[in-house]
């Protein structure tokens, strides 16, 4: 059905410059644990406790537990355990976090009804796309070759006279007038001796090959909130953000074939744009008497109208084949909901513990045209979603410690499961602008965090440390044959937050 997917879009619409797919879905969909050194150095588990200007990203009713105005300000530094590539850095800084929250004090104390209505803005770094990989592709064995999907995709171009951008960088180029060779490829076109006439494209079997990628910009959100305490039990809240996209991405392949020809090809994508979305959240305290309390919480997809641009270089024996880009092609995209159920308990001011779980459902993550053309193309990407994605789960613990009043110790930890099927794949038709035949199914991810505070007065001062750990297997092109490599996602956050209270 996949297959029949791909072929019906690149029929109907091979002139399309559409490159989304379910790995672009995913990543789109993806979050950081981000947001004050409190926040993370405590897991983000404070969805139930509230209290923290985070949590308006996340339960947007834990806002309603300030009784002061605040005012916080975090930056961070980022480091990968892989050099720099492309030209790029292993480290940068990181502007997370800026935030305020105003208070509205009904001095309604010891009776029923509102106590506090608050208002909040909160700038945070949802997800900062920051990564470096250099592997070599392990299993080759003098049999596999990149250069076999591309002859593949340059011989049903051949038939549909459609060339899409990776097979017309590859294949030879010919004069049209003398019929002499005037671009050379890494994929041979084959005749029959005796009439002359053209066979096919075809490969050649790799005997080594590199991998080099650097990713980098973010997603951010500016978040709305405005949140009520009743009675001091039930806490209600509400969150407006809006998103800005700015994702890009550089790769290099480098491939030497079982002659001792070699070639490489250098890529890069760029997706921009914004984006909205609606957060609804309640913490209640079900005894009236007792600190623990219980959080839920819902978030709307969010709504983007992006833009993506990309281009390519291939260079054969040293010298520059071809290069090109694509014109910016425009579309929508839908993420999943995410739901979630948190639970938090304090005793007295020297100790707190949170433990939050959310799902989202990846599987309905969802494309489509902005001019209602291309729909077919839509379709298929769409039906990929559904088959190679699936839902995620993400557990956050953490606890907070003060042996004296003005100094806290943290830690906490996340697990966020794959959003990927076993058998995900990236499959590139014929007439597609992509020119990546690369993929990555992840693996779960591992966060580990820990932080201290300082509490002064009339403000804070606090530091945390994170670190995010994740595997994942690694196709440098589809080949259902080929055992994957493994590629890491290692990275640690050092981050300070400053925050003024009234």
């Known amino acids: 059905m996949r297959r029949f997917y791909y072929l019906l879009a690149a029929v109907l619409f091979s002139g399309s410059a ?25 897991g983000g588990a404070l969805d139930a406790l509230g209290g923290e200007i985070s949590t308006m990203s996340t339960n947007p009713a834990g806002i309603g537990l300030f009784r002061h105005p605040e005012v916080a300000l975090s930056f961070s ?32 104390k010891g009776r029923r009804g509102l106590q506090y209505l608050n208002f909040g803005f909160n700038y945070v770094k949802r997800h900062n796309r920051f990564g470096n990989a250099n592997l070599g592709i392990q299993n080759l064995a003098n049999t596999f070759s990149q250069t076999f999907q591309i ?14 951008f990776l097979p017309d960088l590859a294949a030879p180029a010919y004069d049209a007038k003398t019929g002499e060779l005037v671009q050379e490829g890494i994929i041979l076109d084959l005749y029959d001796k005796d009439s002359g006439k053209f066979l096919r494209y075809d490969g050649e ?12 910009g973010s997603t951010s959100q500016a978040d709305f909130n405005i949140s009520f305490n009743v009675s001091d039990q039930y806490f209600f809240g509400l969150t407006i953000g809006s998103y800005d996209m700015n994702s890009k991405r550089e790769s290099n392949y480098y491939e030497m074939g079982a002659d001792n020809h070699f070639y490489d090809i250098t890529n890069w994508y760029e997706t921009k744009g914004n984006g909205f979305n609606v957060k609804l959240g309640t913490i209640i305290r079900p005894i009236q008497e007792s600190p623990f309390r219980i959080g839920l919480s819902v978030h709307t997809p969010t709504w983007y109208n992006l833009k993506d641009v990309n281009g390519a270089s291939l260079y054969y024996e040293n010298k520059l084949q071809k290069s090109l880009s694509t014109d910016p092609y425009r579309y929508h995209f839908r993420t999943p909901w995410r739901f979630g159920v948190s639970m938090g308990h304090t005793v007295g001011k020297s100790f707190a513990i949170g433990v939050s779980y959310e799902l989202e459902d990846f599987s309905t993550a969802h494309y489509n045209s902005m001019d209602r053309t291309n729909e077919a193309y839509f379709m298929g990407v769409n039906e990929n979603i559904k088959q190679d994605l699936r839902t995620q789960h993400t557990i956050r613990v953490g606890a907070e410690f003060k042996p004296v009043d003005q100094f806290a110790i943290r830690l906490g930890y996340n697990h966020v499961s794959s959003p990927y099927k076993t058998q995900a794949y990236k499959q590139i038709s014929y007439s597609s602008p992509f020119t990546e035949t690369d993929y990555t199914n992840w693996k779960g991810i591992n966060r580990f965090t820990l932080g201290v505070g300082y509490r002064f007065k009339g403000g804070y001062v606090d530091v945390a440390y994170q670190l995010h750990s994740q595997k994942g297997d690694f ?18 956050q050092v981050m300070a937050t400053l925050g003024l209270r009234f």
């Not at 950081?32 to 409190?38: E, M, S, V, W, Y």
């Not at 355990?81 to 009904?106: I, L, P």
């Open 77 to 108: 530094g980022l480091f990968t355990d892989e050099k720099g590539q492309m030209g790029h850095e292993s480290s940068r800084a990181s502007w997370d976090q800026a935030g305020v929250v105003f208070t509205m004090d009904y001095e309604n």
């Open 18 to 42: 559409m490159a989304q797919d379910q790995y672009d879905a995913a990543n789109f969909s993806s979050s950081d644990l981000n947001g004050t050194a409190r926040f993370v150095g405590m």
């Open 151 to 164: 002859a593949d995709m340059a011989n049903a171009a051949h038939e549909a006279d459609s060339w899409g």
């Open 205 to 216: 079997p790799a005997k080594e090959a590199n991998y080099r990628r650097h990713t980098y």
């Open 475 to 492: 196709y440098a092109f589809d080949d259902v044959d080929l055992k994957p490599t493994e590629i890491n996602n290692n990275r640690s």
